[in-house]
């Protein structure tokens, strides 16, 4: 399967832990999204990368957020000091130079 | 006021119908639209990109309104398995200018 995936794609974790998500693009698309969806909404943007620069930040992005593309290839996003309110799915897209994204399955996470 | 509202649904339609629904925005800077299909706790997955003419993809058409700022999808002949969260997504071509709307339902009867 040559599509974007992401790792984990749960994860449950206790209030005040950090946690890491990683996401693999399709391998020849330079841009790389990431977004948070909760139940009844659309994905709400996050971050972007083309290639290894992060060129875009959501206001969303407390400083609790960073996320990182090192060699322009797979990106990770980390959470730290997590909160109840960040319970949600994560959803990484990447797309070559054209709008259209292409979403990878999502990690879902639950902070208890 | 949201910068892209959808009707939440759903829409409950038997499978034969046909059935449309419509997608609002609200900063004419708008410059790029498409529809996405979500299925429950899956991923959205592209269905089709709105074209100032208008374009058709087999059963689906999808239509843009400057003038009034909205975009719309037609469905011909529903299946069963067109029933999904259609997502209306208008581009200003900056990466934080991708708006999603919530969603419009749609849930296909025998």
């Known amino acids: 399967d040559t599509g974007v995936s992401q790792d984990p794609r749960h994860k449950i974790t206790k209030r005040g832990q950090n946690v890491t998500f990683r996401c693999d693009p399709i391998s020849e698309h330079n841009r790389l999204y990431w977004y948070r969806q909760t139940l009844g909404q659309g994905p709400e943007f996050l971050t972007y990368?083309?290639?290894?620069?992060?060129?875009?930040k959501s206001r969303l992005l407390s400083d609790r957020f960073s996320a990182e593309r090192p060699k322009g290839s797979f990106s990770t996003l980390e959470i730290q000091r997590t909160e109840q309110g960040d319970s949600a799915m994560y959803l990484c897209?990447?797309?070559?130079?054209?709008?259209?994204?292409?979403f990878g399955p999502g990690t879902r996470l639950t902070v208890t | 006021r949201k910068e892209v509202e959808q009707d939440p649904g759903p829409f409950n339609v038997p499978e034969g119908a046909t059935v449309a629904f419509n997608c609002t925005y609200s900063?004419?800077?708008?410059?790029?639209f498409f529809w996405y299909r979500q299925d429950c706790r899956k991923e959205p997955k592209l269905l089709m990109s709105?074209?100032?003419s208008g374009n058709e993809d087999g059963r689906f058409t999808a239509q843009l309104n400057r003038a009034s700022q909205y975009i719309s999808l037609l469905i011909r002949d529903s299946k069963l398995s067109d029933s999904a969260t259609y997502l209306c997504v208008v581009d200003r071509s900056s990466a934080s200018k991708i708006i999603f709307g919530s969603g419009t339902r749609l849930s296909i009867r025998p």
């Open positions: 900063n004419s800077a708008s410059q790029s």
């Open positions: 709105v074209y100032s």
């Open positions: 990368f083309q290639n290894e620069a992060q060129l875009e």
């Open positions: 897209a990447s797309s070559p130079d054209a709008p259209e994204q292409y």
